[in-house]
């Protein structure tokens, strides 16, 4: 893992509908993320917040015209693309904390450009696949993974002046349990891998990571991991927008985030949804910095 990381916060909330999961990042923070990894010998440098706007939270009516908060949505995800660009540039680490999942679109398009073939790890209850087409809600952040295959809203799908950012051959989906008919027929029709937890827990844990490592090691260039803390379930990780029971358990995330750290393979990593005033005493934000212990190679011994 590169020694050198810069943490970036970006606290939004207008790619859905419940406020708090602008608070994520401060959550993130205060739940003890900076000294948890600078005890692991790590360089950090925090760089703050993103500055979002607060427009007036406007929905629309039809689903061609329902992106909830297009133009916010727009402008902050350009912003964080920038940073993350530079912070690679920079031959740094970047660790982006969300707000809501939404951010995925401007952390990608700030990743994608310096790798040929990068990988993506969705680690998530859901697939992030609508477009205004297939969404029920207008919610952008249920469109950050197919906006960055290049389907969408032009606007989103040509941030940071390039698109598509990753291929679906590219993709590893892990812990999918609640997918739309839309993100459905996509998943097939690209063919895109995906753990549902059925997989997870027909195969277990070890073996869909072991899986997924050989899978993109072997095409990529780089891996991005996506973490949505909705991805493991509302026992464990309560403090967030859109839980889903019989999710992945806080021990099956420990396994991963470990497996990935031994496989030396994430070059960049968003963690994402942590929202604490759904939260209980800040167990998710908590849950979080531990499973980015993990995943920057904490050990019991």
């Given at each position: ?18 406020r ?97 073939n ?9 697939g ?9 809600t ?34 590893v ?6 997918l739309?008919?839309g ?17 997870i ?72 949804e ?5 939260d ?22």
């Amino acid at each position: 893992m590169n020694k050198n990381v810069s943490i970036i916060g970006v606290p939004m909330d207008l790619g859905q509908m419940r406020r708090g999961v602008d608070m994520g990042p401060s959550a993130i923070r205060y739940a003890g993320v900076v000294q948890r990894l600078e005890n692991l010998n790590y360089e950090i440098d925090d760089l703050g917040d993103i500055e979002i706007g607060r427009p007036e939270r406007v929905s629309s009516t039809t689903p061609h015209d329902s992106l909830r908060n297009l133009k916010a949505v727009i402008d902050a995800n350009e912003k964080l693309a920038t940073q993350v660009d530079q912070v690679i540039a920079e031959k740094r680490f970047p660790l982006v904390f969300g707000g809501d999942h939404s951010i995925a679109i401007g952390t990608l398009a700030g990743v994608a450009k310096h790798y040929e073939n990068l990988g993506v790890i969705w680690y998530d209850a859901h697939g992030d696949l609508n477009t205004a087409d297939t969404s029920p809600t207008g919610n952008i952040h249920g469109m950050p993974l197919a906006v960055s295959l290049g389907m969408g809203h032009d606007s989103l799908v040509n941030i940071h002046n390039y698109n598509p950012k990753v291929k679906p051959e590219n993709i590893v989906l892990i812990g999918a349990r609640s997918l739309d008919e839309g993100e459905r027929m996509l998943l097939k029709e690209k063919g895109i891998r995906v753990y549902t937890m059925h997989e997870i827990d027909r195969l277990g844990m070890a073996k869909v990571m072991e899986e997924s490592i050989k899978y993109l090691k072997d095409r990529c260039d780089g891996v991005h991991l996506s973490l949505d803390l909705d991805g493991l379930d509302p026992h464990d990780a309560p403090g967030v927008g859109t839980p889903v029971i019989g999710g992945i358990s806080y021990r099956e995330s420990h396994l991963a985030m470990e497996m990935l750290y031994e496989a030396d393979m994430i070059t960049s990593a968003e963690f994402v949804e942590v929202n604490p005033i759904l939260d209980d005493k800040n167990k998710t934000a908590t849950v979080a910095v531990a499973l980015m212990g993990s995943l920057f190679g904490e050990k019991l011994l």
